[in-house]
């Protein structure tokens, strides 16, 4: 039976059969920590026979949070250091965060900001916390994009969001506004005509990304929340995070890729799992997630390629970690590789063999 609200206890995982009665006290021990909630279409999802389900993976409590490793950091993608004012980050030249929010509507075990987000979090920005990251846009020239995220921007009521697009309307330099989301995936209904509305404003180009990790949740209503946004003009991107259990298998990928592309969502990013607090064991080497995106390459449509990231520990921005297929030789000659291992000259020496 479907939940009809969020499970956000470890009592209520419990009662739900989604967590065994003997690992109540350790749930209730990672939750005294990290925020818990489970959407009723997430939990509809998870195979309760199933002890290593992917989604359960996801947003069901596990002890080994609370074990951490000498390398992670509360604030791992150095957010803090490149926050000019509240709510800020500047990263870039071009482009910032805007982080309106610090709740979601599902809480990601893996989550690379888990020490930030949570209903005792750092919750909405302060209207006046609002008009100075307004302000700060404003007197950047140089901003181009505007990327709302947090937390999950589209938690926000359609009156909320709108107020907030007529305000960065009036910026002429900002041309692109991006929402960061979960929300198509998690709670599909939310997407409704009044939010994906409210997402839109003259003169600005609108992206959502949505961020999904394994094809189960690509669900019939997931697939029909992304096809509102894309047929009202919004343009989407994927973002998924490499997670061992999850994601870490070569048919997996392929399939959630390239549901992402029948949906009309473009694979953007595929984040190697960043250095967040307990979250060890769903880190997999950069090396096996070189392997794993070498596979996708000739086996799925170059329409399914993500671009492999690093986001490199303490701000210093996004890397594309994928292997390289062309290695030089001289001057201006190189080896190349194909995607079935083959190693080929460039330039061809002697005459073009065709396979
Ligand atoms: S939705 Fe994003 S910000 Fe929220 S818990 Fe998941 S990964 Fe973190």
């Not at 080497?285 to 799925?300: F, N, P």
Request: aromatic share 6%; hydrophobic share 40%.
């Amino acid at each position: 039976m479907k939940q009809d609200r969020a499970i956000r206890t470890a009592k209520d995982l419990v009662s739900a059969g989604l967590l065994g009665a003997d690992r109540l006290g350790d749930a209730e021990a990672v939750a005294k920590r990290y925020a818990i909630a489970v959407t009723p279409d997430m939990a509809g999802l998870i195979d309760r026979a199933d002890p290593n389900d992917p989604i359960a993976r996801q947003f069901v409590p596990d002890i080994a949070e609370l074990s951490t490793t000498p390398e992670e950091r509360a604030d791992p993608i150095g957010d803090l250091s490149h926050s000019p004012v509240e709510g800020i980050v500047h990263r870039y030249p071009d482009r910032v965060l805007l982080k309106a929010v610090h709740v979601c509507p599902v809480y990601c075990r893996f989550c690379f900001r888990r020490e930030m987000v949570g209903p005792e979090g750092l919750g909405t920005l302060a209207p006046e916390a609002m008009d100075a990251a307004i302000g700060y846009i404003t007197n950047h020239p140089e901003i181009w994009e505007v990327i709302l995220t947090g937390g999950d921007p589209l938690v926000l009521s359609a009156r909320r969001l709108e107020e907030m697009m007529v305000r960065l309307k009036d910026i002429p330099h900002v041309k692109i506004v991006r929402f960061h989301s979960r929300v198509p995936v998690v709670e599909p209904q939310r997407v409704d005509d009044k939010l994906i509305a409210a997402l839109k404003a003259s003169g600005k180009t609108t992206y959502v990304a949505l961020h999904a990790n394994h094809p189960r949740e690509l669900t019939p209503a997931a697939r029909a929340a992304a096809g509102r946004l894309v047929d009202a003009g919004v343009v989407m991107l994927s973002q998924s995070v490499l997670l061992r259990g999850i994601n870490d298998d070569p048919d997996v990928l392929a399939e959630l890729m390239r549901g992402f592309v029948e949906m009309r969502v473009k694979p953007y990013y595929l984040h190697h799992p960043d250095l967040a607090p307990g979250t060890a064991h769903f880190r997999l080497s950069i090396a096996e997630g070189q392997a794993l995106v070498k596979s996708l390459r000739g086996r799925v449509s170059g329409l399914c390629q993500p671009t492999y990231v690093l986001d490199i520990p303490g701000g210093y921005g996004k890397a594309p970690i994928a292997a390289s297929n062309v290695e030089a030789t001289g001057e201006d000659t190189y080896k190349v590789s194909d995607w079935q291992g083959g190693v080929h000259a460039y330039p061809p020496t002697g005459s073009y063999e065709t396979p």
